[in-house]
Structure formats: C-alpha cells, structure tokens
C-alpha cells in the first residue's frame, strides 16, 4: 500500500465546519417548510435491494448505480434515489395510515456518474410526497411547499420559475397527432431533451422513432402554445380539454396561494421517466445557468409496482449540490454562526476551579462556553476569544474571586460591567445581577480585544 496521501474518492465530498454550516442551514430550512405543511419527517437504510430499483427503472439502471454482491450473496445497491424505499414503506404500513400521508426526508443518495458542476457522485435531497389524494389541489400543494422550501433561503420570482406540464395532455397530444400509445415513453424521453438538443436534434430522433415528419412539425408548434392556446387549437378533443382544464385548475390553485409569479406551463416539459402517470413539473434558475434544482409530478400507479399498494400519489425531489450553487450565485450563503457565547478568562491559574465550575453553570443554561486549557496570558486570552467568536468574556482575577465577582465584557462595544458570581452560577435564566455602579470605577474599553485592567491583570508578556 502507497504511503503517500490518501484523497477523498472523486464525485465526493468532505464537509469542513464551514461546508457543513451551510449544509445544516439548508436542512433547517426544509425542515422548517415541511412542517409548516403539516409533513412528518422519515428515513430508510441507505443500502437497499438491488431489486427495488430494476423493478422501477429496469436493468438499465445498474450501470449508474454501486452495486455489490453482501457477504450473504444478495445483490444489493447504495439508494439512488428515495422513491421506492419510500413506497415500500408506505406498502408495509398503508392500511393503518390516515390519508392523505404527507412525508418528506432528507436522504443522502448515491449515482455512479461523471461529477461535473450541479452533479456529483453522492448529494442530499430533499423528498416531500402526498399519497392518497388525486384532487388538483395535492398537485397545488406540493408545487407550492418545493417554491417555499427555496424562498426559505431567501430565493425569490426573480430567481426560480417552475415549469409545469400533465402527461395526460402532452399523451393526448401524441395521440391527435397520430402517435400511438406504445411509442409515448420513447417520445417523452425525446421530447425531454429539447432543451438540450433543440428543436432540430429532437425531429431526428423524432424521425427515428417513426414519428412523421408533419406530425412533428405540428407537435413541436403545439407544446410552444400557452396552455388555453394549445386546448383552444384542439377544441373536440376530449382527451385534451380534460386534461387542459385539470392543469388551469392547479395554475389556479397556485395563484391564489399567491405563487403566480413563479409558475409557467411549458408543454415541452413532460420528464423522462416512465413512471409519471400526470402533472410533472421542474424548478430552474431564472437565468438557465445550472441545472434543474427540483423536479417531480404525479405516479399514481407507481405504489402498486413497487409494493403492492394501489394508491395515488406526487412528489418531488430537490438536490442540495445544484441548490449550493444558485445560493452562492445569489450570494444568499450566510454568515459564519457565532459558535461561542461565552469565554471564560483566568487571570492567574488559581481562578481556574471557578471558572471550571461558572462553565458548567453556564452550559447547563445552554450556552456555549470556551477557556484556555493551558495557563496563557490575559492577553492570549483575549485574543482566543475574539478569534472563537465570542460575544462576551467573563474575567476572573484574583481580587475579583475574593469579592465574589466577575467582570463581563461585551466583545462588540467594549462595555464592561461587574456582576455577582452566584448570579452567573446559580440563576437558570435572565440577567446577571450587577455589582452596585458605585463599584465598577473602570470606564469601558473602547478595544474589544484589549484586557480589562483588573487588579492583578495586565499585558500578555509571553
């Protein structure tokens, strides 16, 4: 074995405090918007049958998969994505649970793929899913907490649009077009990658699913129109009015929640997996310059593949790396969190039980409190706590200990004030009691990194 430096595996990440402050800030924020929602949040094991995932998405999917033989000669899988566990989850449990089920989570999933920006070989994500419900207004609901899940971090209208279109339009579009039931899947998967190729890469491969050259040329005139336009030039078609006036029912719901800044029907959007049974949507950067941050729609039928259970459902998933990318853009990546409130500064070593046990009075109450753990200067100290963050030292010197107080500098102002030291052991919450004004004759110090001039303080000589 080399003895050289052992790297971290490509397509992978290592979250350093700083990576990983932003990555709780985004969980928080999910979090927050699916409770809001009325969501429970659930996990699954993140090593699954291989199984589970070909019955979904076919053979095809192990080559984007790690996959590996256990020591029990079963063919399992790091999960890929959180949809089939989350249906065999629902499966083992769906007649004792009140519908509709609202669940999200927030899984880590695995791909085999080529890591380049906005995708990487492992990514968190966040999975929200109404099951049992087929009224437009789940559609509605589900669309609305994926945009409240990104205006939690600050992201607005003039950041994000959600693009939405229906199957069930875009089939009985294939279908007045003379497309036949059998061939959707594969024109779905093509018409997925207009964007990509444009619209003449999408009629060669039109062409060579045996899609007429007119009836492509009508197609891809169609799914330009607004949604009103395209039911309007198909007026008689039933199939099309039914499933125009399903999808105006959920741009309605959405704009009376107040969402009709962020939505637009794009007919070309249909998402190229088979199992979406009705409305799909995606969530993209006003400014087209990552890749899609959020995507999902309806599966109605996908339940009863996987575990039996005949039970609508819709939902989405929204990946944390692409998002990651569109806050820094916007410069929506917070600060650093203060990580210490309180730093404890012994004049001499002999103050050091005490401190020891105003630390732990202290932390009992919550906050966070750091001292040296070597004897150093005051002015070390000092300089540790502002380099930690702190929002305040509390000094002991040795005439301090023998009154029975403790000096209290604000790190911002300067401001110093004496307080009785029970106050600071013993109180379980509100403010510390002063020491009487009489007693404090120091002005504050206008340099929050200077030591107070206790007693028995001074400069840092070493």
């Known amino acids: 074995m080399s003895s050289g430096e052992i790297r971290g595996l490509t397509g992978f990440r290592d979250f350093f405090p700083e990576e990983l402050a932003l990555r709780r800030h985004l969980f928080s924020a999910w979090r927050r918007?699916?409770?809001?929602?009325?969501?429970?949040?659930?996990?699954?094991p993140p090593l699954e049958a291989l199984e589970l995932y070909t019955r979904k998405s076919g053979e095809e999917i192990v080559a984007q998969l790690y996959e590996f033989e256990d020591k029990g000669g079963r063919a399992v899988a790091l999960r890929?994505?959180?949809?089939?566990?989350?249906?065999?989850?629902?499966?083992?449990?769906?007649?004792g649970l009140a519908k509709p089920v609202r669940w999200f989570s927030i899984p880590q999933l695995f791909r085999y793929e080529r890591p380049q920006r906005g995708r990487l070989r492992e990514h968190f994500q966040?999975?929200?899913?109404?099951?049992?419900?087929?009224?437009?207004?789940?559609?509605?609901?589900?669309?609305?907490?994926?945009?409240d899940a990104l205006r939690e971090l600050g992201l607005g209208a003039a950041d994000i649009v959600v693009r939405i279109s229906d199957r069930r339009l875009i089939g009985a579009l294939l279908d007045a077009n003379g497309i036949s039931a059998g061939d959707h899947i594969?024109?779905?998967?093509?018409?997925?990658?207009?964007?990509?190729?444009?619209?003449?890469?999408?009629?060669a491969r039109l062409a060579e699913s045996g899609v007429e050259s007119e009836a492509?040329?009508?197609?891809?005139?169609?799914?330009?129109?607004?949604?009103?336009?395209?039911?309007?030039?198909?007026?008689?078609?039933?199939?099309?009015?039914e499933a125009a006036c399903r999808l105006s029912t959920v741009f309605a719901h959405?704009?009376?929640?107040?969402?009709?800044?962020?939505?637009?029907?794009?007919?070309?959007?249909v998402r190229g997996l088979a199992y979406y049974t009705g409305t799909v949507f995606e969530i993209w950067d006003r400014r087209d310059e990552l890749r899609a941050i959020c995507g999902g729609g309806r599966y109605d039928d996908l339940l009863k593949a996987l575990g039996g259970v005949d039970l609508p459902a819709l939902g989405f998933g929204m990946g944390d790396v692409v998002l990651t990318e569109l806050l820094r853009d916007r410069e929506l990546v917070p600060a650093a969190a203060r990580r210490v409130d309180d730093y404890i500064v012994?004049?001499?070593?002999?103050?050091?039980?005490?401190?020891?046990?105003?630390?732990?009075?202290?932390?009992?109450?919550?906050?966070?409190?750091?001292?040296?753990?070597?004897?150093?200067?005051?002015?070390?100290?000092f300089k540790a706590a502002h380099q930690a963050g702190a929002g305040r030292t509390v000094v002991i010197g040795p005439r301090e200990a023998e009154r029975g107080v403790a000096i209290l500098r604000d790190m911002a102002s300067g401001e110093e004030r004496e307080v009785v030291l029970e106050t600071l052991t013993r109180q379980p919450s509100g403010e510390e009691r002063e020491v009487a004004p009489e007693t404090l004759t120091r002005p504050p110090?206008?340099?929050?990194?200077?030591p107070p001039s206790t007693a028995a303080g001074g400069a840092d000589a070493r």
């Open 216 to 241: 492509a040329t009508r197609l891809l005139a169609a799914i330009r129109l607004p949604l009103e336009e395209l039911a309007a030039a198909h007026e008689g078609d039933e199939a099309i009015a």
């Open 186 to 203: 594969s024109v779905f998967a093509t018409l997925d990658r207009l964007e990509k190729e444009g619209e003449d890469g999408v009629r």
């Open 445 to 450: 110090s206008a340099a929050p990194t200077r």
């Open 33 to 44: 918007v699916g409770a809001r929602y009325g969501f429970t949040e659930y996990d699954g």
């Open 80 to 95: 890929p994505e959180m949809t089939p566990t989350f249906a065999r989850m629902i499966a083992a449990r769906a007649g």
């Open 346 to 381: 012994c004049v001499s070593d002999a103050e050091r039980p005490l401190a020891l046990g105003i630390a732990r009075a202290l932390r009992d109450r919550g906050r966070r409190v750091l001292y040296d753990l070597r004897p150093r200067g005051v002015g070390r100290q």
């Open 126 to 147: 966040l999975n929200m899913d109404i099951v049992g419900e087929t009224n437009p207004l789940a559609d509605a609901e589900i669309i609305s907490a994926g945009i």
């Open 254 to 269: 959405l704009g009376a929640a107040g969402f009709t800044d962020f939505v637009r029907f794009d007919a070309g959007l």
